[in-house]
């Protein structure tokens, strides 16, 4: 098996100061993303709500947590859940009121935690007044005619209009992209479900009313955004058919689905670039009054879609696009090489003056235990926490929490109906179950006597909670309360140094170095392997890197199943047994 003694591929000298009044606090700070469903239930109806979050803040401080980012919690219809939103300005009920907003960022900021918010600007729901006045007539004296993605039927048709659909392009869901307006004569286009028409961002007064939402947010104190779905911002003009996608073959329920066209017209317009640009300048007034405003953008594509959306020094874009990468690991690729790949393709493609990010999971793939397996989810936190740049934990990864399925008949997630032979491969439910608190019914989740909107997953009894885990040092909260710590206390993880060391088909290893040599360099070694391996880092260390270490004997600071901390290592000989992962100080 080749062991891989990588040379010094990059040192960046890319440093921040710590702490949350600074312009740079979302460098040092993990990301916790939090589904608003599925976090805390205060009232007892079984749906999570703000006034749950807010009971809960003092968790973050307690594990080291420094930004909360919350899907969306406007007011919507939730047929996707928050993502069809008919009031941006407002909270919806589920989720409690404007007050119980405010009482949640006020908490947040005397906590010394960051609050960021979903902005979901590409499409509304169809129950927003700006589309319930656009569908009625495409008058001149109709505001709202121009606020949606409006089409004639195609031309030259003999069939009735409703009939002559414009062209080939479907939605995520795998049929067409357009839908038909009785009122208007005209259809209209929807990249997601039906209910969630496209806005147009060709006409300015939509740029000036999704700005008036930053502003309306921004002055409540929020500290940044996410921006959802901006690969789907624009179409294209001219409306072509897109290209048939020559690498898939397979044809479901009799609607084409989405991966079988190339989304050339649909996809990643250039025009976004200038969007994300004007929303970037909207935050910096904000940031140049106050303290800085974060903005980052889901999308996940290929580094070359990506990385410009870190944008340029005169027009800047996200401080950072969420980097996807890692969540591509399944069971049958994670290895060390597929690890060490992934993230030098990241570090290698990054701008020099730019920082890393890494995201594992969300709420639109399955949880990491599942994805990759159990024995492997402790490392996965590692990994997360470790690598240089700013991490996002997914709620609930921090204690390993898992998959939860309802039958198809119980399916809440209107992506599980798009295929109901194959929903198993769509739905999005099974990773959307409620934080696992407590030993209490419902996990301490919510006090309803009925049903949770998604069950709990019954491992909520055998130790995978918050308070179970609370009381074991060994747990995978212990363990992620560790690496949060070190994060924090270690120079060493403050900056963007990275240098691989040992990389084998089961071993992922890399070195982290502070700044100033001789305040402890750490390496990190994982197993992704299916047995333990035992390897020579001492000679990776000074041969690749010419770096001494005294007497050949590290300290381990962290063992993922916390049971080696403290103990002194000879790195000539480091024995890690599958799936284990270790975090070795050493004065190199
Ligand atoms: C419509 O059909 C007519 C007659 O076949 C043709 O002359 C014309 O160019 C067509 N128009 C368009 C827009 O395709
Ligand atoms: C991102 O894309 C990769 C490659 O297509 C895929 O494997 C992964 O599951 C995607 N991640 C998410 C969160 O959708
Ligand atoms: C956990 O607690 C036990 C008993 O106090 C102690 O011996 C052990 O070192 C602790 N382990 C860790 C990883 O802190
Ligand atoms: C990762 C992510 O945020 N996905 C969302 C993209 O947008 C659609 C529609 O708004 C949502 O359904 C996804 O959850
Ligand atoms: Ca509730
Ligand atoms: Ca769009």
Request: aromatic fraction near 12%.
């Amino acid at each position: 098996m080749a062991v891989i003694h990588a040379v010094l591929l990059f040192v960046f000298i890319q440093t921040f100061p710590v702490g949350v009044t600074s312009n740079e606090w979302w460098k040092g700070t993990i990301v916790y993303q939090i589904y608003p469903r599925s976090f805390m239930d205060s009232d007892g109806d079984g749906v999570g709500d703000l006034a749950g979050i807010t009971s809960r803040l003092e968790y973050f401080n307690d594990i080291g947590v420094g930004t909360v980012w919350l899907n969306p919690v406007y007011k919507s219809p939730m047929a996707d859940f928050g993502y069809d939103v008919d009031d941006f300005k407002d909270i919806d009920p589920i989720f409690g009121t404007m007050a119980d907003f405010d009482e949640l960022i006020s908490k947040a900021h005397r906590l010394g935690l960051k609050l960021v918010m979903d902005f979901v600007p590409n499409h509304t729901s169809d129950q927003h007044p700006w589309f319930i006045e656009s569908k009625k007539n495409k008058d001149s004296t109709n505001r709202y005619r121009d606020y949606y993605v409006w089409v004639d039927p195609k031309k030259n048709c003999s069939d009735p209009p409703e009939k002559c659909i414009p062209n080939n392009w479907v939605d995520l869901l795998g049929g067409t992209v357009w839908e038909w307006v009785q009122e208007r004569q005209q259809f209209y286009l929807h990249q997601f479900l039906n209910i969630q028409p496209d806005l147009n961002y060709r006409n300015p007064v939509v740029h000036l009313e999704m700005i008036n939402v930053l502003r309306f947010w921004l002055e409540k104190g929020v500290d940044g955004f996410r921006v959802d779905a901006v690969r789907h911002m624009y179409e294209s003009e001219d409306l072509q058919d897109e290209p048939i996608n020559p690498d898939y073959s397979s044809i479901r329920s009799g609607h084409v689905a989405y991966g079988s066209l190339v989304h050339s017209k649909t996809f990643d317009q250039p025009e976004v670039h200038d969007l994300i640009y004007e929303w970037r300048r909207v935050l910096n007034e904000y940031s140049m009054q106050s303290n800085y405003r974060f903005l980052t953008i889901e999308t996940n594509d290929t580094h070359e879609i990506l990385l410009p959306y870190y944008g340029t020094p005169s027009r800047p874009e996200a401080d950072f696009p969420f980097n996807y990468g890692l969540t591509a690991l399944s069971m049958e690729t994670f290895t060390g090489s597929k690890v060490h790949q992934l993230v030098n393709d990241w570090m290698k493609d990054l701008p020099h003056d730019k920082w890393p990010n890494w995201v594992t999971g969300n709420h639109d793939c399955f949880r990491v235990a599942d994805r990759v397996g159990i024995q492997y989810a402790r490392a996965l936190n590692v990994l997360n926490l470790l690598l240089p740049g700013t991490p996002k934990t997914y709620y609930g990864e921090e204690i390993g929490m898992m998959n939860t399925w309802v039958p198809f008949s119980k399916s809440q997630d209107s992506y599980a109906a798009i295929d109901p032979s194959h929903w198993k491969e769509y739905t999005r439910d099974p990773e959307r179950s409620p934080m696992q608190w407590d030993r209490s019914s419902h996990a301490g989740f919510s006090t309803t006597i009925g049903d949770t909107w998604l069950p709990v997953n019954q491992n909520y009894l055998s130790g995978i909670n918050v308070a179970d885990q609370k009381a074991d040092n060994t747990s995978a909260l212990a363990l992620y309360k560790k690496l949060a710590a070190l994060r924090k206390d270690e120079p060493a993880f403050q900056t963007n140094h990275l240098k691989y060391v040992v990389v084998t088909e089961k071993i992922f290893s890399f070195l982290r170095m502070p700044d100033t040599p001789g305040l402890g360099s750490f390496l990190v070694i994982i197993n992704a392997g299916t047995s333990e391996s035992t390897d020579d880092y001492s000679a990776a260390l000074m041969e690749g890197h010419q770096l001494k270490m005294e007497g050949n004997i590290g300290t381990i600071t962290v063992s993922s199943n916390m049971d080696r901390d403290g103990v002194s290592q000879d790195m000539s000989k480091v024995s890690v047994a599958k799936g284990e992962a270790l975090v070795v100080k050493c004065f190199c």
